[in-house]
């Protein structure tokens, strides 16, 4: 059980980022950029030095595993979890506002406002040709202390002693915790440069990409294994992997699943298993064996942003088993 000072924090943070304006600034014009003074970082996050240099040097984190859903798959490993705490979690906060506030490029679909895996897949709904999907392997764990550390040096112009606080406040166990704000967003901009790299490739052969935190999908009648190839050994050079069982290459014409929507034809249709999820959902609600219905609310809305149609047919459904329920009960 969390402790009240941490939910409390978590979600100051929270409100924090979602009240943070939505037009953005280049990195040059970040209030980061260029930090010599670890008394200027301090002034910046709104932490005494001595207090920053103490968290930093030793940042605390909750460490537990991951627990396994019900249906995960057969021999599947809990995934170690790396969750800060106290002046650590409001440290990350207070950066990942600032972080937030820097441009990115427009194939990038997480950590971002009125951006989402909808975005993602609704990207790819009009390019038609094949689908390269590629998965990143462990990439917050691969995202190592030296990759952050360079970000903050070569990127963001800080002084060696800046980042490497920066870089040791960030990390966990020499790599990105698994279990904060920070790691979605900070995972992109440690690998920019390749990113970007990609997305030139992509677009010197008129395919459309995206990034959804460490889903990487390619579409476009250019799009080929060839391609797949060329990129997978661009992530390599950085020191990453993508997930070989994974990775593939869906043919035109054949669905696709982007970020866990389907891509058929030009349209964006609901998985079987989002459908049955809320059938489930649906069922427990209407018979009184799930008292709280918050679930289901966030997968009928999740459902009517892919699919309206479908929303609407599901609703029709939990409207006539209320009514059947109603009529039971008199």
Known sequence: MKSLPHRLEKSFGRKRLRRNKASRYPIDQSPLWGLRSIHKLAELIGVPTEELEAVCLTPTYNRFCEQLKVDAKPGKAPRQIQEPIESTLRIHYRLVKHLDSIQRPTFLHSATKKRSHVTNADAHSQSGGAVVLMDIRRFFESTLYAHV???????????????????????????????????????????????????????????????????????????????????????????LRTHPKKDQLVRPGKPAIITGIVRQGNNLRLRNKHHDSIVTEQDLVAWGICASPDKLRGLMASARSVEPAAADRLQSRMDRLLQSVDARDT
């Open 149 to 239: 550390k360079r970000f903050f040096f070569q990127d963001l112009g800080c002084s060696h002693d800046v980042a490497r606080l920066l870089a040791t406040v960030c990390t966990a166990d020499g790599h990105l915790p698994t279990g904060s704000c920070i790691s979605p967003l900070l995972s992109y901009f440690a690998h920019r440069k390749v990113f970007e790299d990609i997305a030139v490739i992509c677009s010197e052969k008129n395919v459309v990409v995206t990034l959804y935190v460490d889903d990487l999908t390619m579409s476009g009648a250019h799009a080929s294994k060839t391609l797949m190839h060329l990129v997978k050994r661009r992530i390599e050079r950085q020191g």
